[in-house]
């Protein structure tokens, strides 16, 4: 590898390179347990917000020196987009080398954001769910629902997913393709209920709204169930998220950051973040009767922890274009 040049890695380069789930799970449980030791670097994301509204543009800056791993994901979330045959989440990626800080790659964020949220809810759940659990609902057929699957099925012996949809026509292509991609029972909700009480595991992924539509009532989540919140707490009713034994997050200094801008106004204690569950500092789900819930806000340090595998991978596989310096 020269100096005077970079990997250029599009989507599609990303998609061909082929790294799997059990791979990211692998190297982010590494990166938890670094973070919760202290061995990890990640200030707090500066985001700017062109054309107002919802619309922004984050910039996730993290190094992982146990993953020889720095750089940073400058990712866009625009909620316009989709009504404009545009993606709602759009990003970058620069992939710097730790020995000399030149940069090695510029990537495609798109394919590792779905991917390692994903992941970072199945190592919560490793900590906060059943092991035996095996029913999972998933509220919102989109991206996060479906690398979700992907995800807690390297961990848990899934055998049934009930998938609920406000869009008729995105839940019944969720049904088939998750059915045929896994092998797995898939089964359409008639309403939000159906895929929260029964499960084993719950995860909601529809938009984030704030204030929160809290659709989800105390009551629901079955007792020794586990949730994980990818869309903050747009989903629960604050009596439901206080109905919980435990309730974690993947960073507390940006749980607190997102709190100060308005979200989780009414929640449970902390109980631990992710760092601190995979070092053992705080323990996780004691028994069997607990409801446990995770709200992962998605770490610059989960990108970095999957940024090396793809630029190691598309360099052995001769993947992607070099592109002068
Ligand atoms: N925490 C993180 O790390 C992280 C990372 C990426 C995305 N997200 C969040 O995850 C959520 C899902 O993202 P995505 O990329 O999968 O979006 P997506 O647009 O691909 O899918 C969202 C789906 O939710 C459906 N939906 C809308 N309202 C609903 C409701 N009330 N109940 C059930 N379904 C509903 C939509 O029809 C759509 O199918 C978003 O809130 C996004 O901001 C979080």
Redesign the pocket.
């Known amino acids: 590898m020269g100096e005077n040049r970079l990997l250029y890695l599009s989507y599609q380069d990303i998609v061909d390179i082929d790294l799997s789930m059990p791979e990211i799970i692998e190297a982010m449980q590494k990166m938890f347990r670094a973070k919760g030791e202290g061995r990890t670097e990640m200030p707090p994301k500066p985001g700017i917000h062109p054309g107002g509204g919802d619309n922004f543009i984050h910039a996730m800056p993290a190094s992982i020196p146990d993953l020889e791993s720095a750089g940073i994901k400058w990712v866009s ?1 625009f909620p316009e987009n ?1 009504a404009k045959g545009l993606p ?2 759009s990003g970058l990626l620069i992939f710097n080398d730790v020995h000399t800080g030149l940069p090695l790659a510029v990537m495609d964020g798109v394919w590792m ?2 991917k ?2 994903g992941a ?1 809810s199945a190592i919560s759940a490793r900590h906060l769910a059943r092991p035996e659990s095996s029913v999972m609902g998933i ?9 979700h699957v992907e995800a807690l099925k390297v961990l848990f012996p899934l055998k049934k997913v009930v998938a ?4 008729p026509a ?2 019944e292509q ?1 049904v088939t393709e998750i059915s045929r991609s896994h092998d797995l029972e898939v089964i359409p909700a008639k309403g ?1 209920r159906e895929a929260v009480s029964g499960c084993d595991i719950v995860v ?5 709204m704030n204030p929160p ?1 809290a ?1 989800i009532q105390p009551g629901w989540l079955d007792e020794g169930a586990f949730a994980s919140l ?3 707490d ?2 629960w009713q604050p009596a439901a998220m206080h109905a919980t034994d435990i309730f974690c997050t ?1 960073d507390t200094n940006q749980f607190r950051t997102a709190q100060q801008a308005g979200y989780f106004k009414d929640i449970p204690d902390l109980h631990a973040d992710l760092g601190e569950l995979a070092t053992g500092q705080k323990p996780g789900r004691q028994t069997p009767a607990e409801r446990t819930m995770t ?5 610059a340090l ?1 990108d970095m922890a999957v940024a090396p595998l793809l630029y190691r991978k598309a360099v052995e596989k001769g993947i992607g274009t070099w592109l002068p310096l």
């Open positions: 979330g989709p709602y989440i954001t779905a390692r949220t970072a509220l919102g057929c989109g991206v996060q629902g479906r690398s609920y949809d406000v869009n995105a839940q969720y939000p909601t992924a529809g938009p984030m539509h659709t990818v869309d903050y747009s989903y993947d709200a992962n806000l998605g770490l989960d």
